[in-house]
């Protein structure tokens, strides 16, 4: 198997990666950035950023990160295609195998690995994602203001999205399983307490309608087996994210949620060497600024690491 010595391992791309791209290869780390299975993370299916300072007119989000890769190779960060299937934190330099095929051994690994959204896995969501249906309420909410939308979850997050999209929208509907919800007590009351936001207790998503954009729901209610379609300009998925991080379960420490623990206030994580930025250590935020803020600890993190083990 191929072996390749490298000061610096990024693996995975996003605005955490691509930022800890940039300021890296600025310190001389000459870091090696492998994109990962969503060269570009979760902004590749977001259309309109509207929210990231520096972009007055919004940005379309494929493009955005193009942007942020062409910048991490204008500073000479080595952007390459490939899947961490393997890793062996055990000893140093860390071990990194891409594609089965290839080891990386590294004097520093940066993991900017990001979150998967949870979807219903619906035919129509797939097709409508990005044009009303999203994973995200901060980010996408402003598009629909003064119109109706559905949201589907009933833990906090939902919750929470619920709550700021009524601050924008005409109405929510809030799409809940079961005759209850997960959400702590303040947030349930906070839901409840919102005049524009009916929760449809014991209720499914049946489909997403909409040729071109969605149009409405079709909500089933689990009792009944009754549906009704209910006229709407967005669908939010708020069923909860997934950290991509089960490779590094073995060696690094995560929380219950399955989300990279580091040190607070830095990227180290319990592995000298391994830092953790972005989406993949970041339950609370998860926004593109935040993720791109952490990408530049990161870097630092490791350039200050390099520096202390005396490795030019």
């Not at 559905?150 to 999209?165: F, K, P, Q, R, W």
């Not at 071109?212 to 006229?231: F, G, M, Q, S, Y």
């Amino acid at each position: 198997m191929e072996i390749e010595k490298v000061k610096c391992l990024i693996i995975g791309s996003g605005p955490a990666g691509y930022t800890a791209a940039i300021y890296a290869s600025r310190a001389g780390l000459n870091p090696v950035l492998y994109q990962g299975l969503q060269p570009g993370g979760q902004l590749t299916i977001t259309n309109d950023v509207e929210n990231y300072p520096g972009y007055p007119q919004g940005i379309n989000g494929p493009q955005m990160m193009e942007d942020f890769k062409t910048q991490a190779e204008r500073f000479g960060t080595d952007v390459r295609y490939g899947i961490a299937t393997a890793v062996d934190f055990s000893s140093k330099p860390h071990k990194v195998t891409f594609d089965d095929q290839k080891v990386i051994e590294a004097h520093t690994v940066i993991i900017s690995t990001g979150a998967s959204a949870k979807w219903l896995g619906l035919e129509s969501e797939a097709r409508l994602n990005g044009s009303g249906v999203s994973a995200c309420a901060v980010c996408d909410g402003f598009f629909y203001r003064g119109q109706d939308v559905a949201i589907i979850g009933a833990g906090d997050t939902a919750a929470e999205e619920a709550t700021y999209l009524a601050n924008l929208c005409k109405k929510v509907y809030m799409i809940v399983r079961r005759d209850e919800m997960r959400a702590s007590t303040i947030m349930q009351e906070r839901v409840k307490n919102t005049k524009n936001i009916e929760i449809l207790w014991n209720s499914i998503t049946d489909e997403i309608l909409g040729k071109h954009t969605v149009e409405a729901v079709r909500v089933k209610n689990t009792l009944t087996d009754e549906t009704r379609e209910i006229p709407v300009a967005g669908f939010f998925v708020a069923i909860g994210h997934k950290p991509n991080s089960d490779i590094f379960a073995d060696y690094l420490n995560l929380d219950e949620n399955g989300y990279i623990r580091t040190i607070p206030g830095t990227t180290k994580t319990n592995v000298d060497g391994v830092f953790a930025c972005g989406d993949v250590q970041d339950f609370t935020y998860r926004q593109a600024v935040t993720a791109a803020g952490s990408g530049c600890m990161a870097a630092l993190d490791a350039e200050r690491y390099l520096a202390a083990q005396a490795i030019h």
